[in-house]
């Protein structure tokens, strides 16, 4: 069974470039989640998306940040535009349930100039 | 919300030493810890968890332990092997919820 897909696993651009982040969850799995870490620091949560719905937002940044799953299958993680404080490194998860086990993917490394 | 603390950041051990990361949390209503390690270049990949229901679960030269009262857990590992350098994570999730509250990692690095 494949695990947790990321696209891409680098991406280098500059202040006010747009980046799109995709994420492909283990088949089946209705629970996709997105998390980010920055500077070293702990990992922290985005959103959460049950299928096509997103549930949890709160970890959200601002509204550069927006991420869509449409079909409810692989998920978008679009920031625009970028700015230098969202580098790091963005990981994408998914799990059967909820409150089971989460499985990460590679995640993406963003660096922004 | 949650708060993870997690000690120490980095850890230098001997190969055959064993190792304790430990991590405390603040919302006693926290029922599922998992350990994550991350290799270099690889997303976190869950290497044992346990729930609040246990106080101690092993596998092979891992182990977790919980003390729900003093809410911390610690991660275990015996007789280390320098494979086991990597970045570890732990994390608190409440029943039923979405988002995991990670530690903000420990660095651990083996040396043969």
């Known amino acids: 069974e494949a695990g947790v897909t990321q696209f891409p696993s680098h991406s280098v651009i500059e202040k006010g470039q747009t980046v799109t982040l995709r994420c492909d969850p283990i088949?089946?799995?209705?629970?996709l989640y997105w998390y980010r870490r920055v500077m070293g620091k702990e990992i922290k949560f985005l959103l959460h998306?049950?299928?096509?719905?997103?549930?949890?937002e709160s970890g959200m940044p601002n509204n550069r940040f927006l991420a869509e799953r449409t079909g409810g299958t692989y998920s978008t993680l679009k920031v625009q535009p970028a700015e230098l404080e969202d580098s790091g490194v963005y990981f994408c998860?998914?799990?059967?349930?909820?409150?089971?086990?989460?499985?990460f993917g590679p995640g993406t490394r963003l660096l922004v100039l | 919300g949650e708060n993870v603390e997690q000690h120490p950041s980095t850890l230098s051990v001997q190969e055959g030493d064993s190792a304790v990361i430990k991590c405390t949390y603040s919302?006693?209503?926290?029922?599922?810890f998992p350990w994550y390690k991350q290799e270099l270049g690889k997303g976190p990949q869950l290497i044992i968890d346990?729930?609040?229901?246990?106080g101690e679960k092993k596998d092979q030269r891992i182990a977790v332990t919980l003390n729900k009262t003093a809410k911390h857990f610690s991660l275990h590992i015996t007789e280390t092997q320098p494979e086991d350098s990597a970045v570890y994570f732990c994390?608190?999730?409440?029943?039923?919820?979405?988002?995991?509250?990670f530690g903000s990692g420990t660095k651990l690095n083996v040396k043969p």
């Open positions: 998860a998914s799990s059967q349930d909820l409150g089971e086990t989460q499985y």
């Open positions: 088949s089946g799995h209705d629970n």
């Open positions: 998306f049950v299928k096509e719905s997103k549930q949890d």
């Open positions: 919302d006693s209503a926290s029922n599922y």
């Open positions: 346990i729930r609040s229901n246990v």
């Open positions: 994390a608190a999730l409440k029943y039923n919820f979405n988002k995991f509250y």
